[in-house]
């Protein structure tokens, strides 16, 4: 690969997001020239995009940044009712078409964090796929589109025969996902001179495909550009903790939570996350990476916080900031915790303690399974003091002065209920 020459592959390269390209020396010279209209497919198949998903929104940030190109976010309101089979096991849930509208609506205010939509030259634009993908005729599509793609060389992609090898289904529906994500490439192209798209590894023989059906259907040349899929320096996948997914949304993860979550980074990672999910200069980076001991702790709280910044704003961030210290550092009870309303009549009853830390309140567990595990391990505690009981529940005695119970998964994973 040859040094790039252009500001945007500079960046990409030094900052550690590129894992594969189809012609690495075509779309540095298409950056060159601010001509890289590029696109990136986000399913909506959940109401928020989670933490996995910022490698490739990073990478629209600064294809808009250096001035190489105008970021397309497509929202695939027609994909998601097919379901990509990339990385799973078995089917995805189909989706109503209301869901779907539901999802799409909840999840694309996060983007304009990141970058900036308008009509300029290198204004984002969003676009939904089922604009074109709900009005295809069946056999037209079989016969302009699907007779370009060979069934030997689909089964030889990994979507496909992952699932295969381990003799777990795959549903013709599933099985015709690559060929929309092929005919959205050209699309694209056709519509709004798109020429890249940008996505995860795992999706390398979907955005092949669609370089390849363009080249039979006469576009322009078109490109790929790939970013590693993530994980720790202990090798767990990046974006899972025990209490689920690291969700964008605030709704769903709470500026605090996202906070803490950075901040629990481990200390291998601290270098790397900084390039990736930060946008601090390169040469601060560098002076943070060198940090050693205990010193790394405060790389750890900068890394946290300027992550933040970008998802939340600024203030949510160093509010967050302030939280922890006054939890962790003074040992106060800081009102800016997330917080979980509870009727006093459910406390007046008594609520089972293992419901108080699961989905339908803290959420600091995924269920109560988890957290009758965590009992018997010593990691759940109540107002500081560690639950022993799993039968144990949570009533009005067990109110602080302030009106709350404080709830705590570990050392850093707060929440207070507070009776109304």
Known sequence: MNAPRSEFLKVLTER?????????????????ESRLTTYVGYDCTGPSLHVGHLLSIMMLHWLQKTGAGRPITLMGGGTTRVGDPSGKDESRKLLTVEQIEANKDSIRTVFSRFISFGDGKTDAMMVDNA???????????????????????????DS?????DREHELSFLEFNYMI?????FVELNKRYGCVLQMGGSDQWGNIVNGIDLGRRLGTPQLYAVTCPLLTTASGAKMGKTASGA????????SPYDYWQFWRNTEDADVGRFLKLFTILPMDEIAKLSAL???????????????????????????????TA??????????????TVEVQSG?????????????????????????????????????NDETVSDERATLGLSDLTSEGVIKLSFGKKKHVLLRAV
């Open 346 to 382: 459910i406390l007046q009853e008594g609520l089972g303690v293992l419901t108080a830390f699961g989905p339908d309140y803290a959420k600091l567990v995924p269920s109560s399974s988890e957290a009758r595990r965590q009992v018997k391990s010593g990691g759940l505690k109540v």
């Open 16 to 32: 550690g997001f590129i894992h594969q390209t189809s012609d690495f020396d075509g779309v540095d010279t298409a950056a060159l």
């Open 180 to 184: 929309l994500q092929a005919y959205d």
């Open 292 to 322: 050693q001991g205990a010193e790394i702790n405060e790389a750890k709280k900068i890394l946290a916080t300027e992550a933040t910044a970008l998802l939340h704003g600024r203030e949510a961030a160093l509010l967050a900031a302030e």
């Open 131 to 157: 604009e074109w993908l709900t009005k295809l005729n069946y056999i037209d599509f079989l016969r302009d589109v699907g007779r370009h793609f060979s069934v030997n060389r689909m089964l030889s992609f």
């Open 160 to 164: 496909v025969k992952l699932r295969l």
């Open 246 to 253: 690291v969700w964008l949304n605030a709704d769903m993860l």
């Open 325 to 338: 210290q006054k939890t962790f550092e003074q040992g106060a009870l800081a009102e800016s915790l997330p």
